[in-house]
């Protein structure tokens, strides 16, 4: 009984220092992808063309559902859009919402065919599907978007400044900005409530 406890346990530290990991690699990402925009777009693009050929080879080689691929491809097509004003995204333009609707859509789709077919798949092969058919280019497009483009140099020169609807990432134009990205943000959000909740700030005075 013990001995089950302690298994249970090491289950949930072994997922507590994943997720960590998980983080810490996602926020280095993040300050890689601020730091090197012109790099990063260049990047993108190239996972995005294997994940569309990782798509196409699966339509061939593989007994899975044509309707399905067909909405990952064109998912990715709108995804593709995205990068002519990258490291810019404007959150009310049709290239950002189709994007957003063909990944809720493709999500929804691959769901519903692996719940209701009739041949059975390993929960490896549904990972490994969901993982570069639905997941990847989002997760990264995320990771790269900062949270407010008035920390941009040449935010001024931008035709769009004005709209409060367009955010983006710093370029490679000049390091004297500073940069918030929407994971630092998150990070720094987390660690602003527990500073509060630990009152770490409030322990400072005595030391």
């Keep these: 009984m013990f001995l089950s406890l ?7 530290l072994g997922f507590v ?6 983080a810490c690699g996602l926020y280095y990402f993040s300050e890689l992808v601020e730091e090197h925009a012109t790099v990063a777009k260049r990047w993108i ?9 990782v798509i196409l080879l699966l339509g061939i080689f593989e007994d899975l ?3 399905s691929l067909l909405l990952s491809f064109i998912g990715h097509c709108c995804y ?7 490291p810019f995204v404007t959150l009310t ?10 990944f809720i859509i493709s999500h929804i789709s691959w769901f519903m065919f692996f719940r209701n077919t009739e041949n059975w798949y390993p929960f490896g092969e549904i990972i490994a ?16 978007l900062a949270a407010n483009d008035t920390s941009l140099p040449m935010a001024n020169n931008y035709s769009s400044h004005s709209n409060p609807n367009i955010i983006g990432i710093d370029s490679e134009f000049s390091k004297k900005k500073s940069r918030i990205s929407v994971l630092k943000s998150m990070f720094a959000w987390l660690k602003e ?13 005595y030391y």
């Design 6 to 12: 302690l298994i249970l346990l090491s289950y949930a």
């Design 17 to 22: 220092f994943c997720v960590v990991c998980l």
């Design 45 to 53: 693009k190239y996972t995005m063309w294997f994940v569309m050929g």
């Design 65 to 67: 559902d044509f309707t």
């Design 80 to 86: 593709y859009t995205l990068l002519t004003e990258f």
């Design 93 to 102: 333009g049709f290239k950002f919402i189709s994007s957003v609707l063909s």
């Design 129 to 144: 599907v969901f993982t570069f058919c639905v997941w990847l280019i989002p997760l990264i497009f995320f990771i790269s």
């Design 193 to 205: 409530k527990t500073t509060d909740i630990t009152g770490q700030k409030s322990m400072k005075h």
